[in-house]
């Protein structure tokens, strides 16, 4: 299992995790946000997957780029949980999820980020 061997969290940016298998993965703070594990996100995003004229709830209709990180806490040895600025903070990000919905390997096509 590939774990984490740093972690940067930038409030204003994102989070930047170094990798044991050598890679490094850039998460802007916005996106994070977006592909939170918590189940009302879930929910949310099967939601707009099946309707695309879903209502979006208020906070996440603002400016993504206003939605900022204001902490961020290890949970055991598996996981990150990230408050926002929007009071959001329900969803862990287990580092299995966080490889699986690594930005670059979504744009470079690598087939090994799911971990």
Do not use: C, Q
Request: aromatic share 8%.
């Amino acid at each position: 299992m590939v774990s984490p061997t740093n972690i940067d969290l930038k409030k204003d940016a994102g989070l930047t995790v170094d990798w044991s298998d050598g890679t490094r993965s850039f998460y802007p703070i916005a996106y994070l946000r977006r592909m939170s594990p918590s189940a009302e996100m879930v929910e949310l995003r099967e939601r707009v997957t099946k309707n695309r004229l879903t209502v979006i709830p208020n906070s996440m209709a603002r400016d993504p780029a206003a939605i900022t990180a204001t902490g961020a806490e290890l949970v055991g040895t598996y996981a990150i949980r990230v408050r926002f600025s929007d009071g959001h903070s329900t969803g862990l990000y287990t580092w299995d999820y966080l490889r699986s919905i690594d930005p670059d390997a979504k744009r470079t096509g690598d087939a090994d980020a799911g971990g």
